[in-house]
């Protein structure tokens, strides 16, 4: 399976600022996604990370607040642009390697606190 | 809305016994997975189950699905204190997503 490494692994942020998460992959994937978990809640996706495209973003979640890059297929960034403490979470970058059904492999994180 | 409801949300359990988790989801799925996050890591994915799959096993594991209930558990036999963890349902919501349940904060103690 692949490895990730999501960078950094936990930040405090001042409120109006923005911050980039990079996510790096050992292995060139297909599917990239960005999730958020809110402090003791489950996972919402934010957006899937297309290659040489613009991100497909969820419902509620806007490239002007979280511009996302993928210029290749080991690489994407995630910002989370002029932030509040309400942007306080975890971040996660995933991949699915191996086509549909076996599972996602997940970044360590990147936990944010905007004070 | 979230696709998958799990319960309980929390359980504390001696070391040696079995835990059991439920999730329950809304709409028809391809296939189920059951995800481990440590301390609000990284997830970490246990088992895949597929929608013609009833039950799975993988080391300590057991996933059963049922597809008329629109439901599946997950038994984690023998707990140890490592098994310490939130454990997350994830169905799929289209080509390549998946949605995450409200999870469940298992507690296993020494």
């Known amino acids: 399976s692949a490895v990730i490494s999501q960078k950094p692994s936990r930040d405090i942020c001042q409120r109006g600022t923005s911050l980039t998460i990079q996510c790096q992959v050992d292995?060139?994937?297909?599917?990239m996604f960005w999730y958020r978990q809110q402090p003791g809640q489950s996972l919402t996706l934010i957006a899937t990370?297309?290659?040489?495209?613009?991100?497909?973003?969820e419902s509620g979640f806007v490239i002007d607040k979280f511009p996302i890059s993928r210029p290749n297929l080991t690489f994407s960034t995630l910002t989370v642009s002029n932030m509040s403490p309400e942007d306080s979470s975890i971040y996660l970058c995933?991949?699915?390697?191996?086509?549909?059904?076996?599972?996602?492999?997940f970044g360590s994180g990147t936990r944010l606190t905007v004070v | 809305s979230q696709q998958g409801e799990e319960d309980p949300q929390a359980l504390s359990i001696q070391e040696g016994e079995n835990a059991t988790m439920n999730c329950s989801y809304k709409?028809?799925?391809?296939?189920l997975q059951w995800y481990r996050q440590n301390s609000g890591r990284g997830l970490v994915h246990l088992i895949l189950?597929?929608?013609?799959?009833r039950e799975k096993h993988s080391g300590r594991l057991r996933v059963t699905l049922d597809t008329s209930k629109k439901s599946s558990s997950l038994l984690i036999t023998a707990s140890r204190a490592a098994d310490t963890a939130s454990y997350f349902c994830?169905?799929?919501?289209?080509?390549?997503?998946?949605?995450f349940g409200t999870g469940t904060r298992l507690k296993v103690l020494a």
């Open positions: 709409t028809s799925i391809n296939n």
């Open positions: 189950i597929r929608s013609n799959e």
């Open positions: 995933s991949v699915e390697v191996l086509g549909a059904g076996y599972g996602y492999t």
């Open positions: 990370a297309n290659q040489g495209s613009e991100a497909t973003y």
């Open positions: 994830a169905t799929d919501a289209g080509t390549y997503k998946y949605i």
């Open positions: 292995s060139q994937v297909t599917m």
